[in-house]
């Protein structure tokens, strides 16, 4: 059974930086994408940064126009872990954020690409 969870959320004064982590477990196939979307109240969620994995290696990764440049998603040093660098944050980033994951080889922004998904970190940024 996949399972994913999410750490490293909090609150944070514009401009500040968080770290999130996502840690997968309970499957053994070696190509897939993992992707952080993001949710705020009164709002769909939104795809915010995805990196793909095929045989071991970091194949590709991606980002929405809105956090490009700020964000950065990396594999973590323990397997099967991807972070989520956020810096330069803004108040329009408060938010919960998911980890999810889809078995495909190809990386994708679309939420219903997502095979699982963890149950969220509160992100808020603010004064």
């Known amino acids: 059974q996949v399972q994913l969870v999410e750490s490293g959320g909090g609150l944070v004064k514009p401009g500040g930086s968080l770290r999130l982590s996502c840690a997968a477990s309970?499957?053994?196939?070696?190509?897939?994408?993992m992707g952080w979307f993001r949710q705020a109240p009164g709002k769909e969620r939104e795809f915010a940064a995805a990196?793909?994995?095929?045989?071991?290696?970091?194949?590709?990764?991606d980002y929405a126009d809105s956090v490009k440049g700020r964000f950065t998603i990396s594999r973590g040093s323990a397997k099967n872990t991807v972070l989520l660098q956020m810096n330069s944050l803004k108040p329009e980033d408060t938010a919960i954020y998911y980890c999810?994951?889809?078995?495909?080889?190809?990386?994708?922004?679309?939420?219903?690409?997502?095979?699982?998904w963890g149950q969220g970190t509160q992100v808020t940024v603010s004064p």
């Open positions: 999810a994951l889809a078995r495909r080889f190809t990386i994708t922004s679309d939420v219903v690409d997502y095979d699982y």
């Open positions: 309970g499957f053994t196939f070696s190509t897939y994408v």
């Open positions: 990196i793909s994995w095929a045989l071991g290696n970091i194949q590709y990764t």
